[in-house]
Nanobody, 115 residues
Framework: QVHVVESGGGLVQPGGSLRLSCTAS????????MNWYRQAPGEQRELVAN???????NYVDSVKGRFTISRDNIKNMVFLQMNSLKPEDTAVYYC?????????WGQGTQVTVSS
């Protein structure tokens, strides 16, 4: 059974930084693309960034140059370093992996950017 757990959210002022972490168990972690999504109130969930097994990274345009996704295949973890945060980054952030065609989600971690 795949188990995904996020951590690292919180309240930060505009321009600040946060680092989200995600642990995924129950899979051969190094073989899978890992994704970070977010969902703001009243909005659809959107893909923020992902990192493939070959460590190719992709970002939504709104976070390019500010967010960095990385992975540690020894610890089965994926990270999202978020810098220069803006109020519009406020959302619940979810870690996601698709295993054998089935999506697995964490419980989400709240990120609030406000002064």
């Amino acid at each position: 059974q795949v188990h995904v757990v996020e951590s690292g959210g919180g309240l930060v002022q505009p321009g600040g930084s946060l680092r989200l972490s995600c642990t995924a168990s129950g899979i051969n972690f190094r073989l899978y693309t890992m994704n970070w999504y977010r969902q703001a109130p009243g909005e659809q969930r959107e893909l923020v960034a992902n990192i493939t097994s070959a460590e190719v990274t992709n970002y939504v345009d709104s976070v390019k140059g500010r967010f960095t996704i990385s992975r540690d295949n020894i610890k089965n973890m994926v990270f999202l370093q978020m810098n220069s945060l803006k109020p519009e980054d406020t959302a619940v952030y979810y870690c996601h992996v698709r295993f054998r065609g089935v999506p697995s989600w964490g419980q989400g971690t709240q990120v609030t950017v406000s002064s």
